[in-house]
């Protein structure tokens, strides 16, 4: 599959289907609410746990960037609350809030966070491109892994931009192009041992389908910095982690 070079190119597609923005965002709403229940465990399964180690990065990178900005930390995409809850450890004052799409993830991280006292946790039913939140509201936005699966990926970067407060960060982790000697490798794992353990743990075989695709088809590095910078982003870090199967972006609004 062709890799895109630009987030607009991703807007009308699923997978390897052409589609229309309303069916784009209907069936990837769909999927992550069927796939919620285990969604943690396919991340272990299909990552053999290094996206933990991933996350741990991007946490620790994302409270080095958090300034004096009062206002909410806002974790985009936030899924079932892996994020948020880590980030809960390190800011025990300050407000979070788990934005995601789909209500299936969202109830998984109200559950995450009502079995363990102290895991104060807000959560948000909107999608990235439309957030309820004033201008300039936010002190940090965090994005693990949910940016290539908005239905307008360039438009949640602008609306990103809108809240955040001047000064303010938005960490992003997700997917890239892996190395050229590396790539084969990965290709193998990801076209034919990831779908047959969504098969087999998840039960969704096509769900996981889909999200290869969407890893493969992702812009890669230097074409994120220019959509960063579209969006009125100043790019200020930038990793990869493990031969640039994934890859932390830090951007801060002027």
Known sequence: MKRARRLDEMKTTFGAEQVSEAERRGAVTGLF???APRYDLMNDLMSFGTHRLWKRVM??????????APGPVLDL?????????????????????????SAGMLGVARERAGERAGDRLDTLHAPAEALPLADNSVALVTLSF??????DPGGALREVTRVLA???????????????????????????????IGAAVAR?????????????RFPGREDIARELAAAGLTLVEDRAFMFGIARLHIAVKP
Request: proline fraction near 6%; glycine fraction near 8%.
């Open 166 to 196: 001047p000064g303010a960060a938005l960490v992003l982790l997700e997917f890239s192009k892996p190395a050229a000697w590396f790539a084969p490798l990965y290709g193998l794992h990801a076209r034919h041992v990831i779908p047959r």
């Open 146 to 151: 949910g940016l290539r699966n908005m239905t």
């Open 204 to 216: 969704d075989r096509a769900a996981y389908a889909y999200l290869v695709a969407s890893i493969e």
């Open 77 to 101: 995409a936030g899924g079932t609350g892996d994020i948020a809850l880590a980030l809960r450890r390190h800011l025990a004052d300050r407000p979070i809030i788990v934005a995601d799409a």
């Open 33 to 35: 609410d069927r796939i």
């Open 59 to 68: 946490v620790a990178r994302a409270v080095a960037h958090l300034g004096d």
